[in-house]
């Protein structure tokens, strides 16, 4: 069985090249989200929507995509855990082994609609679950990724751990960034705009 990795990305920096090296291997499929999935088919790159996965289209502007049980499940699901496996199998979860995520550039435009909530839960989901999971937030770590996989046909724990620590404090960082600028209007008397994407 292939291992399935999860692509959704605003920054599409390196991606191509990292899903192709992926599945160079033969042992990876890629599973990814609207914009993420448009720019992988459209350099000849195979992917599977998630909305293939979840029996959901994307919907509410993006707002709901990637939060649903066939994806949370395939992330969080402890594999040393046989109660976690048997519920997978039961309800046809796919277990997920990498999560290649980066959010919306909120600081460029801050506003309500720029907050990104799959993206995080994704990304946190993975992380604390990195014992099985490897979390990539940085376009800047796909290439060691792709030496390690060629080398050693996995991704070690020791570096999962790294990725996962890093994953936490970018989860942080941005929900500083969120909190700051919500508490900018506070103190303005004003409210955060609602925006669009």
């Excluded at 992988?40 to 195979?46: D, I």
């Excluded at 839960?121 to 796909?142: C, M, Q, T, W």
Aim: overall charge negative; glycine content about 10%; hydrophobic content about 45%.
């Amino acid at each position: 069985m292939k291992k399935r990795v999860l692509m959704s990305v605003t920054n599409k920096t390196g991606l191509v090249e990292f899903a192709r090296g992926l599945i160079a291997t033969g042992d990876w499929e890629i599973v990814s989200t609207g914009g993420t999935a448009r720019a992988l088919e459209g350099s000849g790159v195979p992917c599977t929507l998630v909305e293939e996965v979840t029996g959901f289209p994307e919907m509410m502007d993006g707002r709901v995509k990637t939060l649903h049980p066939m994806i949370h499940g395939g992330i969080l699901a402890d594999r040393d855990k046989p109660a976690h496996m048997e519920a997978a199998a039961q309800h046809g979860i796919v277990p997920i082994d990498m999560v290649v995520v980066n959010l919306y550039d909120f600081s460029a435009k801050p506003s309500v609609e720029q907050i990104d909530i799959g993206g995080p839960s994704l990304i946190r989901g993975a992380a604390k679950n990195f014992h099985h999971v490897a979390v990539v937030v940085d376009p800047e770590d796909y290439d060691d990724l792709l030496i390690e996989i060629a080398a050693d046909g996995t991704v070690s724990e020791q570096t999962r751990h790294y990725l996962a620590g890093k994953a936490f404090r970018a989860t942080a960082a941005y929900d500083l960034v969120i909190a700051t600028e919500f508490a900018k209007h506070e103190d303005a008397g004003t409210m955060i705009p609602l925006g669009t994407h």
